[in-house]
């Protein structure tokens, strides 16, 4: 019998990591004093833990390794479970090729720059949400402000004439949707949005729609804070980010207002803004 202290120093393991794997139930002490609470092990316990840290060196979780630690799987089973950890490890590493990829690239800009990005853009998921909604074709690019607010006006006064209290009220949460697949400066394909609750009907006036927006897994995103004619300055960053990773846009851009004059009416001197762009879950390629 030897000490937990002993029993560390033999099979170069920590306490910390015993008196863990004990609490899990990987390994438990061959005794424990019942007057002390000290853990005493045994040597003939050393494979069952060589097991484990050659599991865990694999890759797999402590619940996969409990799973298979208490039982003896067949060669197929066996065979099986490393195939799948072989196909994660495969996933695992073009991540940590992409990410060294994003780090290479923002050491590159600020080495041209002299200064850290404008932006922090993060690639996240997206839930689906509920929305009532106004689309429009707006001629010139210089009057997507004023269209964008008649749309958004329109759904909110919909909204309050059916007594259907949008999310995040009294500032409600308003998104825009730009539809055209590329870029144009007239006729510009635009829905105007404000996220509700879970409605108990879809009917609506004509020109306006109920539906639940479709999530995504993968959306590129960053923060504006800010004079909105500056907001372009984000979009080409996302699409640059995009293209540079070798992620593929499955979507339209989603613009949501957090905070601002457009989505509560009080004076702010910083409206603040998510500009959302979907894309392809797995990347395309990696970036050069």
């Not at 929305?131 to 707006?138: D, F, N, P």
């Not at 995103?221 to 293209?243: T, V």
């Not at 499955?250 to 207002?257: A, S």
Request: hydrophobic residues 45%; proline residues 7%; aromatic residues 6%.
């Amino acid at each position: 019998m030897l000490k937990i202290s002993d029993f560390s120093k033999l099979a170069q393991v920590p306490t910390a990591t015993l008196r863990y794997y004990d609490q899990l139930g990987l390994l438990k002490p061959a005794a424990v004093d019942r007057f002390t609470d000290y853990r005493f092990y045994m040597v003939e316990q050393l494979p069952r833990l060589n097991r484990i840290l050659a599991l865990r060196d694999l890759g797999f979780s402590l619940d996969d390794i409990a799973a298979q630690i208490n039982s003896t799987p067949s060669v197929g089973d066996l065979r099986a479970l490393l195939t799948a950890r072989r196909a994660e490890a495969s996933r695992e590493a073009v991540e940590a090729q992409l990410r060294l990829a994003r780090v290479e690239q923002r050491l590159h800009a600020l080495e041209l720059d002299g200064a850290p990005p404008a932006y922090d853009i993060v690639l996240k998921p997206v839930a689906p949400m509920w929305v009532a909604s106004k689309r429009a074709l707006v001629p010139r690019l210089d009057q997507m402000g004023e269209y964008c607010d008649s749309l958004h006006t329109a759904v909110r006064q919909w909204l309050a004439s059916q007594r259907i209290r949008p999310l995040g009220f009294p500032a409600p949460q308003m998104l825009n949707l730009y539809h055209s697949t590329e870029y144009v400066e007239t006729d510009v394909d635009v829905e105007g949005a404000v996220v509700i609750g879970k409605p108990e009907s879809l009917d609506a006036p004509a020109g306006l729609r109920i539906y639940m927006l479709d999530g995504c897994a993968s959306a590129v995103s960053g923060i504006h804070r800010g004079a909105m004619e500056d907001l372009p300055r984000l979009a080409l960053a996302l699409l640059a980010w995009a293209g540079q990773n070798g992620r593929e846009i499955t979507g339209p851009v989603r613009e949501l207002h957090l905070a601002g004059q457009e989505t509560d009416g009080a004076p702010q001197l910083e409206p603040v803004v998510e500009l959302q762009l979907p894309v392809q879950a797995g990347p395309l390629q990696i970036a050069s």
